[in-house]
C-alpha cells in the first residue's frame, strides 16, 4: 500500500496541460522476480518516474515503454523474458530468472478506467479490494488495459468491458478474496483469448500499540517507515511531541475511545506495567487482531493468563494461538531499535503467513507458488 499512497499522492500534484504521465503495473509473473504483481511505477514524459517494477534492472526500459505509451494514446503489454542467456535481453545477469508481463497505461483525467484514479479510492481502506485489468484480447475488441476497482461487498461486474465474460471473471474474482491471491486467467470468448489480471490489494498492515516509554519511537518510526499505519495508546502528557508526527493517530489512555482493530491489525502491549497490560490484553482478546504481542518474559504472560482464569475467562486455544509471547524473532535483538526490528519482522511473517526463518532453508521459491 506504501507504493499505491506515493503514486497517487504524486499523481494528484500532476498539471496534465503541461505534462502527460503513464503507469506501469507488474501483472503476471512466471518463475523468479524481484517484485511481485502489483508493483507499480508511475512515469512522466520528461524521464522522472516514482516507483518500480523490478530491482533496477527493467526501468530503463520501462521508462521508455510507458513514454510511448503516452505518445500513442494507448496502452501496452510488454513481456520481459530473463529466462534466457542473451545479451540483448533487458534484465538478463542480474539474476531474475522469470517471465514478467507489464501494462503500460496512459493517464488521462478524464478517463473513468484511469488506474491511477481508481486507485486513490482504497488508499485508507481497511479491507482488501480487487484491481481488474484487461492484458491481452484480440485487436478488434479496443479494450487492452482497460481496469476496473471491485470491492468484497459488490454484486456484480456491470462496469467490465466483456459482458460476456463477466459473470466468470466475478466468479474468479471471488476466488481471489477467498485466498487473497493475485492471479492472470485466460478466457474464452467468440473473438479470440482475453487474459485478465485480477490483483487482490490489501490493507497497509496496522498496528495498535499501548504503551510510553522510550521503546515506542523507534517502533512507530520504522513502521511509518514501512508504510504501515500505526496508533498509540498513550499517556499524551508525558509523551514526546514527535510522536505525534510518526503515529498515524494518537489517542490518550484514560480516553474512552479505542484504536480501530480489524484482521490487518497487530496489538502491542508495550507499557511495560504488569497491571496495564493485563488490563489492555483483556480488550485485545475481545477484538479480531490475530496478532497480540507482549514484552517481557513468558513467566509473566502466564502470570496473567492465571489471573484470566481465576477471574473466570481462561485463555482459549485459538487466543493462544494469536498471542505472542514474548513478541519478536529471534535474531539476538538488544536495543529499543532492533527489539523493533525483531517485533516488526515477527508482525510481518504473521501476515504473511511465513515461519520468519532464513531464506537459505526456504525450499522452492522465495515468493511460493507462481499462478
Request: net charge negative.
Amino acid at each position: 500500500m506504501k507504493e499505491i499512497r506515493s503514486i497517487v499522492k504524486a499523481y494528484q500534484t500532476i498539471d496534465f496541460s503541461l505534462t502527460g504521465a503513464a503507469l506501469a503495473t507488474l501483472v503476471r509473473v512466471e518463475g523468479s522476480s524481484y517484485r511481485r504483481v502489483g508493483a507499480r511505477m508511475l512515469v512522466l514524459d520528461n524521464g522522472t518516474y516514482l516507483g518500480g517494477i523490478s530491482g533496477g534492472c527493467l526501468e530503463g526500459d520501462a521508462l521508455r515503454r510507458a513514454q510511448k505509451a503516452m505518445a500513442l494514446g494507448k496502452p501496452s503489454v510488454i513481456t520481459y523474458d530473463t529466462m534466457q542467456d542473451d545479451d540483448y535481453q533487458v534484465g538478463v545477469g542480474l539474476g531474475c530468472q522469470g517471465i514478467i508481463d507489464v501494462l503500460f497505461t496512459p493517464l488521462h483525467p478524464e478517463d473513468p478506467n484511469n488506474p491511477v484514479q481508481l486507485l486513490s479510492a482504497i488508499t485508507d481502506t481497511r479491507a482488501p479490494a480487487c484491481m481488474v485489468a484487461i492484458t491481452a484480447c484480440p485487436p478488434s475488441m479496443q479494450v487492452l488495459g482497460q481496469a476496473l476497482l471491485y470491492r468484497q461487498d459488490e454484486p456484480s461486474l456491470r462496469s467490465f468491458s466483456i459482458p460476456s465474460l463477466a459473470k466468470a471473471v466475478l466468479e474468479d474474482i471471488k476466488k481471489g478474496f477467498a485466498g487473497l491471491q493475485s492471479r492472470t486467467i485466460p478466457y474464452a470468448s467468440p473473438e479470440g483469448e482475453v487474459k485478465v489480471a485480477i490483483e487482490m490489494i490489501l490493507p497497509a498492515l496496522h498496528v495498535a500499540a499501548y504503551g510510553s516509554n522510550n521503546d515506542i519511537y523507534p517502533l512507530l518510526q520504522l513502521a511509518k517507515d514501512l508504510g504501515w499505519d500505526t496508533t498509540i495508546v498513550t499517556n499524551t502528557v508525558k509523551a514526546d511531541r514527535s510522536l505525534f508526527s510518526i503515529a498515524t493517530r494518537v489517542l490518550d489512555h484514560k480516553e474512552e475511545k479505542a484504536p480501530l482493530i480489524d484482521p490487518f491489525t497487530a496489538v502491542l502491549l508495550m507499557s511495560h506495567d504488569y497491571k496495564t497490560d493485563l488490563h489492555n490484553l483483556r480488550k485485545a482478546l475481545h477484538t479480531p487482531a490475530t496478532y497480540i504481542g507482549l514484552l517481557g518474559p513468558r513467566s509473566r504472560t502466564q502470570k496473567m493468563y492465571a489471573a484470566l482464569e481465576a477471574e473466570g475467562h481462561p485463555v482459549s486455544d485459538a487466543d493462544l494461538a494469536r498471542i505472542y509471547s514474548p513478541a519478536g524473532l529471534d535474531i539476538g535483538a538488544a536495543t529499543p531499535e532492533e527489539i523493533a526490528l525483531s517485533i516488526l519482522a515477527e508482525i510481518r511473517s504473521h501476515f504473511a503467513g511465513r515461519q520468519g526463518m532464513s531464506l537459505r532453508l526456504r525450499e522452492g521459491t522465495i515468493y511460493g507458488d507462481v499462478v
